[in-house]
T-cell receptor
């Protein structure tokens, strides 16, 4: 049963520290998405990739967030420096190039103190 | 993507059918209706999607009105594990783009 995996599942850090979240998309999926979920904003898109190329990262604060896909099996979301307002659950999702179902990972729960 | 309107919350008794409505009066001819749900502390999960015909799979049924301005997701025999937030999303198919989640409907299935 293929699944999207995310690490770490939980992260507590102090303001100013760097945070790196990792995602392993389902093998063969060509699109990868990063979403953030908070109580106030709900689920919102941060960035997404197609064939490892970034297509849209307009949802990310450019000065502190960066998203990359070093290879087809790994997507990373980095926050540097982290701030308390970044506390949220970060979800990664992947999907086939043609087709509509997006498969979500279990999320990384980030708390910035 | 067309805007959708869903009730904030609904209750359903276990074993009964749960009917979740969604209004999408500005839907375009090439836009599909998708449903995802999110169980507490988990990532969203795809349920079903359709264009204009009614659809059914192992999880649910989707009924789309003839004018396509509204739809209903039906969970035929709700269980406690169906308690979740249900999102109705309208978008062009095969676009490969991100999903635009709204607030969704919080469904509580009670014993």
């Amino acid at each position: 049963d293929a699944r999207v995996t995310q690490t770490p599942r939980h992260k507590v850090t102090e303001m100013g520290q760097e945070v790196t979240m990792r995602c392993q998309p389902i093998l063969g999926h060509n699109t990868v998405f990063w979403y953030r979920q908070t109580m106030m904003q709900g689920l919102e898109l941060l960035a997404y990739f197609r064939n490892r190329a970034p297509l849209d990262d307009s949802g990310m604060p450019k000065d502190r967030f960066s998203a990359e896909m070093p290879d087809a099996t790994l997507a990373t979301l980095k926050i540097q420096p982290s701030e308390p307002r970044d506390s949220a659950v970060y979800f990664c999702a992947s999907g086939p190039m043609i087709g509509e179902t997006q498969y979500f990972g279990p999320g990384t729960r980030l708390l910035v103190l | 993507d067309a805007k959708t309107t869903q009730p904030t919350s609904m209750d359903c008794a276990e074993g009964r059918a749960a009917n979740l409505p969604c209004n999408h009066s500005t839907i375009s001819g090439n836009e599909y209706v998708y449903w995802y749900r999110q169980i507490h502390s988990q990532g969203p999960q795809y349920i079903i999607h359709g264009l204009k015909n009614n659809e059914t799979n192992e999880m649910a049924s989707l009924i789309i009105t003839e004018d396509r301005k509204s739809s209903t997701l039906i969970l035929p025999h709700a269980t406690l594990r169906d308690t979740a937030v249900y999102y109705c999303i309208v978008r062009v198919s095969n676009s490969g783009y991100a999903l635009n989640f709204g607030k969704g409907t919080s469904l509580l299935v009670t014993p």
